[in-house]
Nanobody
Framework: QVQLVESGGGLVQPGGSLRLSCAAS????????MGWYRQAPGAQRELVAA???????NYADSVKGRFTISRDNAKNTVYLQMNSLKPEDTAVYYCHAHNLWNRDYWGQGTQVTVSS
């Protein structure tokens, strides 16, 4: 089992920045990829960014150049640095982990609101 705890959401003005954190615990040795998804009201959950255990990253086109995903393996933590935030980035952001046995784990979600 893997447990994921997110932090760092909140309210920010357009153009501002936020950093999300996701701390993993439990069977962290089995994790081979972690990432962030988001879900806006009335929309499907979508991938924002992902990073493999080897450090390879993948981003949604809508966030490329603005968001950066990184991970600290010593702390079992993944981060999402979000810059130049737009109102359309408003959503609940979920941390995700995928393990060696193709099992998926989710955090509880953290609200990000971009509004003036």
């Amino acid at each position: 089992q893997v447990q994921l705890v997110e932090s760092g959401g909140g309210l920010v003005q357009p153009g501002g920045s936020l950093r999300l954190s996701c701390a993993a615990s439990g069977s962290v040795f089995s994790i081979n990829a972690m990432g962030w998804y988001r879900q806006a009201p009335g929309a499907q959950r979508e991938l924002v960014a992902a990073i493999t255990s080897g450090g390879r990253t993948n981003y949604a086109d809508s966030v490329k150049g603005r968001f950066t995903i990184s991970r600290d393996n010593a702390k079992n933590t993944v981060y999402l640095q979000m810059n130049s935030l737009k109102p359309e980035d408003t959503a609940v952001y979920y941390c995700h982990a995928h393990n060696l046995w193709n099992r998926d784990y989710w955090g509880q979600g953290t609200q990000v609101t971009v509004s003036s």
